[in-house]
């Protein structure tokens, strides 16, 4: 079984900064792309930002040069760095992995349980 663990959400003025981490555990033989989504109320789930195992990173269009996804694979941790932040990036954050689980290489997609991010004055 794999846990996904996420902390750093909360109260954050306009312009503020955030940065939130998600730590895999469990049995984890190796993971692949870790991302972020969001969700605000009456929204679908969104795509934030992802990394894959050697970098590659790809970020929603609304927080391009604001938001910074990052890994440390040893910690089995992602994190997001969130700058600038607005308003209407108030939402319920999810990480996720992708998490090989033994050596046949079998994989599956893990979430967290979410934290909320509430960005206002």
């Known amino acids: 079984q794999v846990q996904l663990v996420e902390s750093g959400g909360g109260l954050v003025q306009p312009g503020g900064s955030l940065r939130l981490s998600c730590a895999a555990s469990g049995s984890i033989f190796s993971i692949n792309t870790m991302g972020w989504y969001r969700q605000a109320p009456g929204k679908q789930r969104e795509l934030v930002a992802a990394i894959t195992n050697v970098g590659s990173t790809n970020y929603a269009d609304s927080v391009k040069g604001r938001f910074t996804i990052s890994r440390d694979s040893a910690k089995k941790t992602v994190y997001l760095q969130m700058n600038s932040l607005k308003p209407e990036d108030t939402a319920v954050y999810y990480c996720?992995?992708?998490?090989?689980?033994?050596?046949?290489?079998?994989?599956?997609?893990?979430w967290g349980q979410g934290t909320q991010v509430t960005v206002s004055s």
């Open positions: 996720n992995a992708n998490v090989v689980v033994d050596t046949y290489l079998n994989h599956y997609l893990y």
